[in-house]
């Protein structure tokens, strides 16, 4: 069993920055992924970004490409996304996972979920 809980949402103006928190407990996640969801009022789930907990490779959706980055703390069993450029569409409740498929980007390959945090960006 994995436990993940994410902290750091809130609101922000057009521009602003926010880093997300997922912390990791329980099992070992060596070959494990973890990714970065998001999911606004009346859309499907949107992948974000994902990091290999092993080696540190990550992988990014076009549409935060550039303004998003994700990386982990080993030691500490942190998982971040540091957000810059915020702008009104990236308003949504985000999602730490943690699944077993190298660099996966799709929601039904990751087996732990964490209850979410929600950010929200104004103009």
């Known amino acids: 069993q994995v436990q993940l809980v994410e902290s750091g949402g809130g609101s922000v103006q057009t521009g602003g920055s926010l880093r997300l928190s997922c912390a990791v407990s329980?099992?070992?996640?060596?070959?494990?992924?973890m990714g970065w969801f998001r999911q606004a009022p009346g859309k499907e789930r949107e992948f974000l970004a994902v990091i290999a907990w092993s080696n540190g490779i990550t992988s990014y959706a076009d549409s935060v490409k550039g303004r998003f980055t994700i990386s982990r703390d080993n030691a500490m069993n942190l998982v971040y996304l540091q957000m810059n450029r915020l702008i009104p569409e990236d308003t949504a409740v985000y999602y730490c996972a943690a699944g077993p498929t190298y660099l996966a980007t799709m929601s039904r390959q990751y087996d732990y979920w964490g209850q979410g945090t929600q950010v929200t960006v104004s103009s």
């Open positions: 329980g099992r070992s996640l060596s070959g494990y992924a």
